[in-house]
C-alpha cells in the first residue's frame, strides 16, 4: 500500500491549454474526492465518486471541468481552456466506506500555474 | 451552512512550549472530525480523527478534543519541536461526501 499517487506534482501551462491530472487511490478505497486548495485558504469540494459513479459535484465545478473514474480505480481531472485563475493545488482523497470512519487519505496533490 | 474557523491563523513559539490550535464549526450536526498536517507545497497528513461520538483522540504528543454541542474542537500540542512547524487544518464531514476544512494555523517552533 503505498498511500494516494497523483501526476503530475506540478503542472506549468499557457492560458487556453487544456490539461489533465491523475490520481491513483489507496487500492481497497472505494470513494475518491477532487478537491481545489487556493494559498493561504482550506481545500475546497471540487467532486467526488463511489466506485465508478461520480455522485457529486460542486459548483465550483464550471463546465471546463471534467473528472472521470473509469472502472472504479485511478482517476483523472481535465480541465479545459485553462485560465489564471484555475492556478492552484489539486488534491485527491480516498476513503473505504465500508470502515464506516470516514477517514480521508491525500495525495501530495498536483499544483498547477496557468501562464 | 457548515462553515469552519480556525484560530488562531499564525502562531510561533519557542521549542518545547505546549500550545493549543482551536476550531470552531457552526453546524453541530457532524460525522466526524479530522486534523491534518500540510508541510508546504505538500498535500495532507491526517494526524487524528474524532467521530462525533467521542470526546478526544490522542496519538504520541497530540491530543484532540471535540466538543460538538458548543461547535469547538482543539488540537494540543506537548513539548513543541521545530520539525512540528507545519499548517494545521481542520476538517468537519457533515455526513455523506462533503468535508469542509479550515483556512488552517500556520505553526512556526522556534529552536
Known amino acids: 500500500d503505498t498511500g494516494v499517487s497523483q501526476d503530475p506534482r506540478h503542472k506549468i501551462t499557457k492560458r487556453g491549454q487544456n490539461v489533465t491530472f491523475r490520481c491513483d487511490p489507496i487500492?481497497?478505497?472505494?470513494?475518491l474526492y477532487w478537491y481545489r486548495q487556493t494559498l493561504g485558504q482550506g481545500p475546497e469540494f471540487l467532486t467526488y465518486?463511489?466506485?465508478?459513479?461520480?455522485?457529486?459535484k460542486s459548483r465550483l465545478l464550471s463546465d471546463r471541468f471534467s473528472a472521470e473514474r473509469p472502472k472504479g480505480s485511478f482517476s483523472t481531472l481535465e480541465i479545459q481552456r485553462t485560465e489564471q485563475g484555475d492556478s492552484a493545488m489539486y488534491l485527491c482523497?480516498?476513503?473505504?466506506?465500508?470502515?464506516?470512519?470516514?477517514?480521508?487519505?491525500f495525495g501530495e496533490g498536483s499544483r498547477l500555474t496557468v501562464l | 451552512k457548515q462553515e469552519v474557523t480556525q484560530i488562531p491563523a499564525a502562531l510561533s513559539v519557542p521549542e518545547g512550549e505546549n500550545l493549543v490550535l482551536n476550531c470552531s464549526f457552526t453546524?453541530?450536526?457532524?460525522?466526524?472530525l479530522q486534523w491534518f498536517r500540510q508541510d508546504p507545497g505538500k498535500g495532507l497528513t491526517s494526524l487524528l480523527l474524532?467521530?462525533?461520538?467521542?470526546r478526544e483522540q490522542t496519538s504520541g504528543r497530540l491530543n484532540a478534543s471535540l466538543d460538538k454541542s458548543s461547535g469547538r474542537s482543539t488540537l494540543y500540542i506537548a513539548a513543541s519541536q521545530p520539525g512540528d512547524s507545519a499548517t494545521y487544518l481542520c476538517?468537519?464531514?457533515?455526513?455523506?461526501?462533503?468535508?469542509?476544512f479550515g483556512a488552517g494555523t500556520r505553526l512556526f517552533v522556534k529552536a
Open positions: 482523497a480516498s476513503s473505504l466506506v465500508q470502515i464506516n470512519t470516514g477517514e480521508l487519505f
Open positions: 487500492s481497497e478505497h472505494n470513494r
Open positions: 465518486f463511489q466506485n465508478e459513479a461520480q455522485l457529486e
Open positions: 453546524d453541530s450536526a457532524i460525522y466526524n
Open positions: 474524532i467521530q462525533s461520538s467521542q
Open positions: 476538517a468537519v464531514d457533515t455526513g455523506g461526501f462533503k468535508t469542509i
